[in-house]
């Protein structure tokens, strides 16, 4: 979803020397040319990387706090490389605007990337990077299907193409996140360097742990020894990271250019909310995060299952439902009565019903902010984006609450409504992005008419259920019958929980 990257044009370009032209409004690194040294390698150097953690270490470089340290992105993909040369051309400045609900943009240029490369292009400096003892923390957001290794969805490293290509040359090319962390940890072993911390940014539950698995694995296919070490020595921290960040819109470019008089290549967009929670469990040294927001807690399983069910799940309930009722933007879907209450039935008798919510948060001030904040019309945040890798996010944020809600009064009646309208939205869906993110199993099921739940594996821990199966055929028959947009109100009025009125 990265992008888009801009033409050029003869406009004048962000860049260290145009930075005195900005307005005076927008906000400019006045820290650029001091000695701070890059601590944090960051893998995956897309949109939501530049919206949260660049700009956390921003705030701290700009208060010329003890321990700010710098940040040099890499990309592992060749994708990546129109956005990473832009960024390169900038020294790696971009801005970033925070739209509001009420139409202010703030504007800010952040300047904490201090450098950034593509791995297939510079996998010697690469492997240096991660190798400089002054590196702490080499942190990754290369999202949820990225990492290697997951018990709960039975994935290894070891059935991964790429991991098999490098590991296969002992690692003397890598080519993937993990084989490049684990060729690093390798190397400071060797030269008695202590190992960095690895820290997982992306919206998995437990992905402090899925992170360990992954880089562990992968270790294990080239050396065992080195594996054991690696899960001896090296921390990896879960953390819950929220701030909604879409890819750009034309007007929200051509808005960005108005404010700031000058062309910027890579500009990010993104919700004024955000949160960063972390397990504090960095052995080799971390930057002041809680002196600019950032939370550290001995409790992060419940700040991820809260955020990841409700948050992530109900943006997969808003895209699926909001699709088939002929809706485009996240903000259009919620302001429709109809999506709207199936998001509070999905909230309300499903997904809150499973959480024990972390100390001191209130259920009820969660959801309302969650709602003005999926209104958002700025932010124009797109349903295809919810929408794009969908089999990897119904799998970890929905099916994680459906298994916990199985003795939920109308569990069977509410899940097809779920399953069903993500598998009609994607049939139906015009949008490679979304088609692109179903794996070839529940394809050929759909194609076949095969009972979904159990030809898709994910699926399986609710196989075993007949009343879901039933009410899946039914949910299906009404949509036949009605059209999928007049079915979902039809099935509304019968759901467990809709006398109620929306709170
Ligand atoms: N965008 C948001 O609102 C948001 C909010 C919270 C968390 N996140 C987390 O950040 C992730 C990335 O979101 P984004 O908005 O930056 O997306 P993006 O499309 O802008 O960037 C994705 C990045 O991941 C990299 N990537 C993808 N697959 C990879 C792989 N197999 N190996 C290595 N790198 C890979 C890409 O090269 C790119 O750099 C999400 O999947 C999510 O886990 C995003
Ligand atoms: O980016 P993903 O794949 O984890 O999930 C899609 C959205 O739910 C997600 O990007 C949210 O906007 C984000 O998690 C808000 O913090």
Redesign the pocket.
Known sequence: ??GPIRPETATVRLSRATLRDLPAEVAVPDYLDDETPVGVVH???????RSHQAMYLDRLLAARSDGAVAICGI???P??RPLLMALQEQTGLYSLSLFAPDGTVDTRIIGSLRNVLLLPDAPDDALARLCDPEVRIVSL??????YVEDATTGRRAADDRAVRVETADGLTTPQ??FGLIVAALRARRTAGTSPFTVMS???IQRNGAIARASVVETARLVDPDLADWIDGNVAFPSTM?????PSPTPSQLALVDGVLGLRDKAPVVAEPFVQWILEDDFPSGRPPLEDVGAIFTDDIGSYESMKLRLLNGAHQVLAYVGLLRGHRFAHEAVADPVVRHWLDVYWRELALPTLDLPDGVDGDDYLRTLLERFGNPAIADTLERLATDSSARMAKFVLPVLVDARDRPGFAELTAVILESWVTAVRSSSSDLISSGVPSDVHAAIAGGSPLLSAVDWLRPLSADPALSLAMTAVRETFDALGPSEGLERLLSQAPGCAQEAS
């Open positions: 979803m990265t893998i995956g150097v897309g949109n939501f990387h990309g592992v993909r994708e990546d957001t290369i999202t949820e299907s990225g993937t996140a940014c992306d919206n990271v929220d701030r909604i960040t």
